[in-house]
């Protein structure tokens, strides 16, 4: 006959045993600590140096043809900002056509059909700034999807289902950059993605390729030997909108406080 | 109980399952979460591969060097060695197969791209040898004297070498 003192202490020590061994077994799993060890996973990142871009616009066109967006439509995965910083304080900014052919005037366009012609002895400073997906640590426009149809790989790049998506523009407002928009002929979401096809392949992507002044860069940031990686890790750089919390993971040499 | 409460019961027990079946039709098997987790990995795993099949269709100048050697090698030779050939003769996707033919961009907005002389000295493009369209032999291709596989050659039919003109 177990008496009531055994019966406790019994059960007790039984508890006592199991969860100590669960706990062993939940905080020395060799399996995971070596997963974790030798975590060598990829993370694509992008590099933009903007005191190497001259607005030629190769870029954006190369974008364009390379993921089929339509050419003469006003939209891009990717563009170009003119910053012009006036004498007078004015800070002119433009971007036509989202730069698909350069900047190749001195006016800059102030939307309305109204241009302003900058004479040279009024600009303080003046310069070139290229967009793109930020492929954010956090993803905003990813948290806002009802249906599942944008998502982020493994490789930190962000997706779209053309098949899920539904059109309903959420993830278009909640972008902070503005990277996103509807693709004129299938009506879904639609962004950049790195060239997913491209970089999965070994290649660079179409804009990094285009680019003669090797403005834009984009490598595995994980890796430390990549070229990209080392900059970031290494050089002064700056992301857009930190205070948004988004973890964007294209960084620029040369930002300016007037880009936006 | 009284069956006009069991009723309508049944109907939604029945509408539950139905979309429950339907549902097993329609979300494809690889649709769940997957590596970025619940808040930003829950999708179709298939979709991945489309966009990791995407056409390729800008193949770089390594896929020209071979067939357009003498070209290839030429314009290493000057400052426009920078330019992809695919940025002035368009994507060359299954060349020559597909296009047969490439385009050849001899626009004058093509070489504005660069050089039209923009005074922004906190960009590189005001280091760039630039001119005013407006006075600068309006309305004639720069191929008509420039060779852009050979920029640094002068102007044809000139004897002065490029420097001069400003």
Known sequence: ?260 | MKSHIWRPLYVVIGIVALILIARQFIVPKEFGVHERGYMYGWHNKADETFWKEFKVKYKSSEYCKDCHSDNYSSIKKTPHAIIQCENCHGPAIDHPENPAKLEINRSREQCLRCHLYLPYEQSDRSKIRGIDPEKHNAGIECAACHNPHNPNAGHKGHKHSHAEVK
């Not at chain 1, 002119?92 to 102030?110: Q, Y």
């Not at chain 1, 939307?111 to 900058?118: L, T, W």
């Open chain 1, 1 to 260: 006959m177990i008496t009531r003192r055994d019966f406790i202490k019994y059960s007790l020590q039984g508890i006592a045993v199991v969860s100590s061994a669960s706990a062993a077994i939940e905080i020395i799993n060799p399996s995971k600590l070596f997963a974790s060890k030798n975590e060598k996973k990829v993370r694509w990142g992008f590099l933009v140096d903007t005191k190497k871009c001259v607005g030629c616009g190769l870029c954006v066109k190369a974008c364009k043809k390379e993921n089929e967006i339509p050419y003469d439509a006003n939209v891009s995965r990717t563009w170009v900002e003119r910053y012009v910083l006036l004498k007078d304080g004015r800070v002119v900014a433009d971007a036509p056509k989202a730069a698909r052919d350069g900047f190749i005037t001195n006016k800059v366009e102030l939307g309305h059909g109204k241009f302003e012609d900058v004479k040279k002895e009024d600009i303080e400073k003046a310069y070139f700034v290229p967009k793109l997906c930020n492929q954010c640590e956090n993803p905003p426009c990813v948290q806002v999807c009802p249906v599942g149809a944008t998502y982020q790989t493994e490789d930190g790049v962000v997706l779209v289902d053309r098949k899920w998506c539904i059109g309903c523009g959420y993830c278009i407002m909640a972008c902070p950059y503005g990277v996103r928009f509807f693709h004129p002929s299938y009506g879904t979401a639609e962004k950049c993605n790195f060239c997913y096809h491209r970089i999965t392949k070994g290649m660079k992507s179409a804009c990094v390729e285009a680019c003669p002044f090797g403005a834009r860069q984009i490598g595995n940031i994980n890796d430390p030997n990549d070229v990209v990686g080392k900059i970031i890790r290494s050089e002064r750089v700056d992301i857009l909108k930190d205070e948004f919390g988004t973890k964007p993971q294209v960084y620029y040499l040369g930002l300016s406080k007037e880009v936006r």
